[in-house]
């Protein structure tokens, strides 16, 4: 929820600590923890008191396509008498629908003809584990 509002231009602790009506404590750890995994860069605004704001890096960007993944989800399976807000073109005011897309092909993504291979750091509990899922997938014992 500190991502989907720093997205949404939010900055400040105080602003962050009004919106989301987290304690003070609670709030400090997450933005520590988040600026320690590098989503977000901590800069003084003020020196007298000392004050920070937390700014997204690119790291902290590149979140935005799972935000918007997460919302559409959310909105697709309540009722449309419940959506209480819906994504929009910021100038014509038309609904947009979020598709995750394949950047090379431009197809989009369904689990049917999606699978998982083995990356550079795979050892072998991994290379064992996708081989178990594959077998399952066609139906076979690995």
Request: aromatic share 10%.
């Amino acid at each position: 929820m500190i991502l989907r509002d720093a997205l949404q231009g939010l900055t400040r602790f105080d602003e962050f600590q009004k919106n989301l009506g987290v304690a003070p404590n609670i709030l400090t750890r997450r933005l520590k923890h988040l600026t320690d995994e590098g989503l977000f860069e901590r800069r003084l605004y003020s020196e007298r008191p000392p004050r920070y704001e937390y700014v997204l890096t690119e790291k902290g960007r590149d979140f935005f396509p799972v935000l918007m993944a997460l919302f559409t989800w959310g909105n697709r399976h309540l009722p449309p008498g419940e959506v209480a807000m819906r994504l929009a073109d910021p100038a014509t005011g038309e609904d947009r629908d979020p598709l995750l897309i394949d950047r090379v092909t431009g197809r989009a993504f369904h689990p049917e003809d999606t699978i998982l291979v083995p990356g550079p750091a795979a050892d072998e509990a991994v290379h064992e584990r996708i081989a178990q899922m594959k077998a399952w997938f066609l139906g076979f014992d690995a």
